[in-house]
């Protein structure tokens, strides 16, 4: 099901849920939903683009999925209290619609099609979940620091992150983390100077770790 069609689906909502619709606006580089925390509403995207993390065991952070207008997110966490959210960076200046899951269960009594995109919704991202496991799995150390550092630097707290910090995200020793962060230098894709660590360029980042990251 193409985005227009939720679209159609979003400004057809009988009366009695449109009026429980409450608009929001988010600014690029803002999270619109902070990860690991419980959540009770359906989240719209009206307009920009947002980017969705998901963390590994091992702290790598990558980039699950990028949403465009008139997609949701927020629908897992509705139909599973035991599910924590994951965390949704606005990649551009962005609009949502937030609705709480009682509404999003008396829209579901009413509207067939409404209920029809989430249940293709959750089957693509059973199988995108299945497939981020396995890409995770595979990353290296290098990788997983530079995953981490790209996630803070784009969550907007890259300066307060120290190698302390770095080495329980990654779960590395400080020595092995030193290596490989030695080598991201050498090859000019991070610097690391008076304890801060800084990109060299976000392009050149993320073409490099673009094999991982699902678009």
């Known amino acids: 099901m193409e985005h227009i069609d939720f679209e159609e689906i979003v400004n057809a909502?009988?009366?009695?849920?449109?009026?429980?619709?409450?608009?929001?606006?988010?600014?690029?580089?803002?999270?619109?939903?902070r990860p690991h925390e419980e959540n009770h509403y359906l989240y719209i995207l009206t307009?920009?683009?947002?980017?969705?993390?998901?963390?590994?065991?091992?702290?790598?952070m990558l980039s699950v999925y990028i949403?465009?207008?008139?997609?949701?997110?927020?629908?897992i966490e509705i139909f599973n209290d035991q599910i924590k959210t994951l965390g949704v960076i606005a990649k551009q200046n962005c609009e949502t619609i937030a609705l709480h899951k009682t509404k999003v269960h008396e829209w579901m009594k009413l509207d067939f099609d409404f209920n029809l995109y989430l249940v293709k919704q959750l089957a693509s991202k059973l199988m995108l979940s299945t497939d981020t496991a396995a890409r995770l799995s595979l990353l290296t150390l290098k990788d997983r620091i530079l995953f981490s550092v790209l996630h803070h630097y784009k969550i907007g707290d890259l300066d307060s992150l120290t190698k302390q910090m770095l080495s329980s995200e990654v779960c590395a020793p400080i020595r092995s983390l030193n290596r490989s962060i030695a080598q991201c230098i050498?090859?000019?894709?991070?610097?690391?100077?008076?304890?801060?660590?800084s990109i060299a360029s976000i392009e050149q980042l993320e073409k490099y770790l673009e094999e991982f990251m699902l678009t």
Do not use: T, W
């Open 47 to 60: 307009a920009g683009q947002a980017e969705v993390y998901r963390q590994s065991y091992a702290g790598a």
């Open 67 to 75: 949403y465009d207008a008139y997609s949701c997110f927020g629908e």
């Open 186 to 197: 050498h090859e000019g894709l991070i610097h690391y100077k008076n304890k801060k660590f």
């Open 13 to 33: 909502a009988p009366g009695q849920i449109r009026k429980e619709f409450r608009y929001r606006k988010h600014k690029k580089g803002s999270l619109i939903l």
